[in-house]
C-alpha cells in the first residue's frame, strides 16, 4: 500500500518554492538558448527581458501542473512515487498547452521563427517550444521534490 503523506502549509509552500524556482531557472537558460530562432531576436542583452517574463509565465504553468497533480494525487511527493501513467500524462498535458500557446502567438502575431526553427509537421509549430513544455515540466518537478526532500530530510 502506498504511503500517504501529509503536509504542512509551510511544507507546501517550501515545495512549491522549490518547483517555481527550478521551473524559472530552467526555462530562462531553455528561453535564452532558442531565442535566435525568432525573427525578433536583435541579441542576448536586449531580449533577455523578454526570455525572463516567458520563463516567469512557464514557470507559473509549471507550478500550476505540478499543483494540479499534488491536489489529484493527494500528495506533495508525488513525483516520487508516481508511474509512467502519470509521467506520460504531463508530458502529453505539456504538448497540448505547447500547441495551443504557439497557436495563439501566432494568431495574435506575438512572434515568427526563422527558417532554423525545426517545425512539427502536422502541428505546424516549432519543436523546441513543444519538447520546452514536454520536458521541462517534468524534469523541474522530478528536481524540485528531490531537494525539497533531501532538504527536508525527510524518508519515503
Given amino acids: ?6 503536509a504542512s ?6 515545495v512549491s518554492g522549490f518547483v517555481l ?27 533577455f527581458m523578454i526570455c525572463f517574463v516567458a520563463a516567469v509565465v512557464d514557470a ?3 507550478l500550476l ?5 499534488a491536489l489529484f494525487m493527494h500528495n506533495l511527493y508525488w513525483p516520487l512515487h508516481a508511474g509512467v501513467g502519470q509521467y506520460f ?3 502529453f498535458i505539456g504538448g497540448v498547452m505547447a500547441v495551443w500557446f504557439e497557436r495563439w502567438a501566432f494568431v495574435n502575431r506575438q512572434w515568427s521563427y526563422r527558417q532554423a526553427m525545426p ?10 517550444p513543444l519538447l ?19 532538504r527536508q530530510h525527510y524518508k519515503v
Fill in 9 to 14: 502549509i509551510r511544507e507546501s509552500l517550501r
Fill in 132 to 150: 520546452q513544455l514536454m520536458i521541462l515540466p517534468l524534469l523541474s518537478i522530478w528536481i524540485s521534490t528531490h531537494l525539497a526532500l533531501k
Fill in 60 to 62: 507559473l504553468v509549471i
Fill in 65 to 69: 501542473l505540478y499543483l494540479l497533480f
Fill in 1 to 6: 500500500m502506498e504511503k500517504k503523506h501529509t
Fill in 89 to 91: 500524462l504531463l508530458v
Fill in 21 to 47: 524556482v527550478v521551473g524559472f531557472l530552467l526555462n530562462l537558460i531553455w528561453e535564452n538558448a532558442q531565442a535566435p530562432l525568432y525573427f525578433e531576436y536583435k541579441g542576448f542583452y536586449s531580449h
Fill in 119 to 128: 517545425i512539427v509537421p502536422i502541428l505546424d509549430i516549432g519543436l523546441l
